[in-house]
């Protein structure tokens, strides 16, 4: 942020520019430096104060350290090692220039194995960037996002002059129920200890990117209207970018108009041979649990979701395969999995 380049002498003495944002101010040597009070931002056409630039590197550190390192870094199924597939669903959505441009019918694409969220929100773009991402429960939606997140982060660290991601859960939009932009100010205030008149001029100016969590965790009805006012938000700030998360099911239950978003990708759950390669590599710990998945198609299908996949290897780690017959009992499959890890985690803790 701060560069300090000498020029040769003037005077018999060298002059030192602070260069700060590619703006110089002059200082002779023996002046007293004092922190500008405003600082050039390539976000806004004002200038941006030092206490501005301070609490975008406070929100930075708030968004890293909350999800990030407590949440991803320490989240169940990221140790699935994985490449989720990407499903394009067009008709998930209704594109901002729909009955403006007549564009030809696009169809549903499964992307190739290692194409992420990271790289499609990339090609999408440099400004204006909006997208939907749905899955199953447990298929790994709010990992994707947050992974999103953290590519963003570090693209802001290498270029301030980037847009901030930052993360909220829209399942607190219900308590309150206003529009997306006061409710946004309340929990930039809220959640981050941003000031108010400060979260106001970013969303203003469209300078962040907003990662939205949690659309399928409220009640139809509010369902229906947080969908409604995302629109009319996304109407009134197209420099905004932003990205929403949804069960597909809870999404498609909605009743109102789609959400005005450019792209839509749809998580898709794990392959066989992918389910088969993740317990492979678990070697003798998981032979008897891989054994098994083999053995009973209908196990297989359950263990293809990232997160259920976790809970087996973790729940039947070092299981000799009499102890996983309680896994073959049909309808009951999924509460005796959950009740086996629970008291596994318990014994290990």
């Not at 104060?49 to 949440?71: C, H, M, P």
């Not at 980037?162 to 929990?187: G, M, R, T």
């Not at 700030?237 to 108009?257: A, G």
């Not at 839509?264 to 003798?284: H, M, R, T, W, Y």
């Amino acid at each position: 942020v701060l560069q300090i380049v000498q020029i040769g002498g003037i005077a018999g003495r060298d002059l030192i520019m602070f260069v700060t944002y590619g703006q110089p101010l002059p200082m002779h040597p023996n002046d007293n430096f004092q922190w500008p009070t405003q600082i050039v931002s390539n976000n806004s056409n004002q200038p941006e104060t030092s206490e501005e630039y301070r609490y975008r590197n406070a929100l930075l550190t708030s968004v890293d350290q909350a999800w990030i390192k407590d949440f991803l870094d320490c989240a169940l199924h990221t140790k699935v090692e994985h490449h989720l597939r990407l499903k394009k669903r067009p008709d998930a959505i209704r594109r901002p220039t729909h009955g403006i441009v007549n564009t030809a019918i696009e169809s549903e694409i499964t992307y190739e194995k290692g194409y992420s969220a990271e790289t499609l929100f990339r090609d999408m773009g440099q400004e204006g960037r909006t997208l939907l991402i749905l899955g199953e429960a447990g298929s790994g939606k709010t990992i994707t996002l947050v992974k999103l997140a953290k590519s963003l982060i570090e693209l802001y660290q290498e270029n301030p002059n980037l847009k901030l991601p930052v993360i909220f859960s829209l399942s607190f939009w219900a308590k309150k129920q206003k529009s997306i932009f006061a409710w946004l100010i309340d929990e930039f205030s809220d959640k981050y200890g941003i000031p108010r008149k400060l979260a106001h001029k970013w969303l203003k100016k469209g300078n962040l990117i907003l990662l939205l969590d949690g659309l399928d965790e409220m009640k139809p009805d509010d369902r229906n209207l947080c969908a409604n006012k995302l629109n009319e938000f996304i109407s009134f700030h197209p420099l905004t970018e932003l990205v929403v998360c949804c069960r597909r099911k809870e999404y498609y239950e909605i009743n109102v108009q789609r959400l005005k978003l450019l792209g839509a990708i749809d998580l898709q759950p794990l392959s066989e041979s992918q389910v088969d390669n993740f317990l492979k590599q678990g070697g003798e710990q998981l032979k008897a649990l891989r054994g098994l998945l083999q053995s009973n198609k209908d196990l297989q299908k359950i263990a293809q979701n990232p997160l259920v996949l976790n809970v087996m290897s973790l729940a039947y780690r070092d299981s000799p395969i009499e102890d996983l017959s309680i896994l073959d009992k049909g309808d009951f499959c999924l509460q005796n999995l959950f009740n086996d890890y629970i008291n596994k985690m318990f014994q290990h803790r």
